[in-house]
C-alpha cells in the first residue's frame, strides 16, 4: 500500500515538472555587412579555398610544413588544452549519471560479544552473537526542478567550450609556428646581406689602401672606409643571435630541443611568394568561424544554465531511496526467504528554507552571466578589431613592399655606377662609401619590408580563423 502510494506521488510529481531558471538564447552578432578595410571585391567573395583549407600549404614551403605538422602533434600547450577538453568530456559523463540511481552494495559479517552485565545470568558462550547480512540500495534524485538538467546543460556548454580553445589553441599555435618561420627566413637574409655587403667594403677597402700606397688616397679615406666596413661587421653577431633565437623558439613550438630542428633549418630559404588577395567574406562568416567566439558564447552558455542551478534550490529537492537485502544470525540462512528485508522511502531536502543563502547564489549566478556575456561581447569586438587590423597591415605592407624594391635595386645600381665612376676618378671614394652605405641600408630594409608583409599575411589567414577540421575533436557521443 505504501509503495503504491509512493509510486502516485512520484508519477503526479513527474507530469507538473518543470525546468527553472532562463533558456538560453545566443545573443545577436553585430550587424556589420563588410569590413572596413576590405575591397568590395574581396567583401563580396565568400571564404576562399585558401582560407578554410590548411593555409600553410599554400606556402609551398615544406619545411613550415614538416614543422606545423610536428607543432600539431607535439605542442605542450596544445597537449594542456587537448587535456583540459577530455576532462571537460569526462565531467559531462559523470553528470549525465546523476540522472540516474546511485546504487551502493554491501556485505556484513560479525561477531559481537556482551557483557556479563548487558546480558545478566547468561554464560560466556551464549553472549555470543553472530550476525550476518548483505543488501543493494539505489538512491535517486528526483529531478522535479530541473536542477540536474541545468547542471549537464552548463557543463555541455563547457565541454564545447574547450573543444572551441582547442582549437583556438590551434590556430594561434599554426600563426606563431609561420610568423617565426618567416622572421626567421627573415633574418637569414638580412645576414646574408650584411655579410655579402661587407665583402664588398672590404674589397674597397683593399682599394683605397693600394692608391694609399701609391699615395693616390688619404688616410682619411682609409679610415672612412674601415669604419663603414666595421659597422657593416658588426651586424652580423646580432643577426646571428637573432637567428639562433628566432630557431630555439620554433624549437620550443614544435614541442622538441634546438639540436633537432637545427639542421633543417640551417640552409636559408627565399620568402615565398604571398597571394594578390585574401577573401576574407563577411564579419558574420569570421565570427561563426572563429573559435575563440565559440568559446566565449558557449560558456555564456553555461553561466545562463547555472542560474537555473541556483534557482532550483528556492524548491524542496525530492529522493526516492530503495534497499533490499537480507540478514540472519547464521550465514547458511542468509538467503532464506524469512531473511529477506527491504525499504523504500521518499525524502525531501528542506535546504531550501534557507532562502537568503539560495537568493544570494542566484545573484551570484546572474553576476556571472553578465560577465560572460560582457566577455563574449568584447571577444566579438576584439575578433572584428583582430581582422581589421590584419587586413591594412597586408594592404600596407604590400605597398611599403613595393617601395622597398624599387629602392633596394635603384641603390644597387648606383653603388655599381660610384665603383665604376671612381676607379674612372670621376668621384672620389667618399661618393663610393655613401652609395655602398645607402645601398645596404635599402637592402636590408627590402629585405625587413617582404618579412612584415609576408607575417602580415599570416597573420590575417590567424584572424580569419583558416580551418582545419581534422584536427578538432570531434564531438563525442558523451557529450551528446
Known sequence: MVIRTLTVAVASVLLAACTVGPDYVRPNLPAVDQFSNSSSQQSAQAATPAVDLEFWRSFGDPV??????????????????????????????????????????????????????????????????????????ALWELDFFGRIRRSIEAQRAETEASAADLAAAQVVLVGDVAETYFRLRGLQEQLRIAQQNADNQAQTLRLINLRSSAGLSSSFEVDRASTQLENTRSRVPALQSAVAVATHRIAVLVGKTPET???????????????????????????????DVTAAERRLGAATARIGVATADLFPRFTLGGLIGTQALDAGALFERDSETRLISLGIDGSFLNVGRVRSRIAAANAATAADLAAYEQTVLLALEETENALVRVSRSAEENAHLERAAAAGARATATARLRYDNGAIDVLDVLEAERASLQAEDEFAQGRVRNTVAVVSLYKALAGGWPQYVPKESTASR
Open 64 to 137: 613550415l610544413e614538416e614543422l606545423v605538422d610536428e607543432a600539431l602533434l607535439s605542442n605542450h600547450d596544445l597537449r594542456i588544452a587537448l587535456a583540459h577538453y577530455e576532462q571537460a568530456n569526462a565531467l559531462l559523463r559523470n553528470s549525465k549519471y546523476d540522472r540516474l540511481p546511485t546504487l551502493g552494495a554491501s556485505a556484513e559479517a560479525s561477531d559481537a560479544r556482551s557483557s556479563s552485565d548487558q546480558m545478566p545470568g547468561v554464560d560466556r558462550p551464549g553472549r555470543d552473537n553472530d550476525q550476518y547480512s548483505a543488501g543493494i540500495s
Open 261 to 291: 630542428v637545427l639542421a633543417g633549418l640551417e640552409s636559408a630559404t627565399p620568402l615565398p611568394s604571398l597571394p594578390e588577395t585574401i577573401a576574407a567574406g563577411t564579419p558574420a562568416d569570421l565570427l561563426r568561424r572563429r573559435p
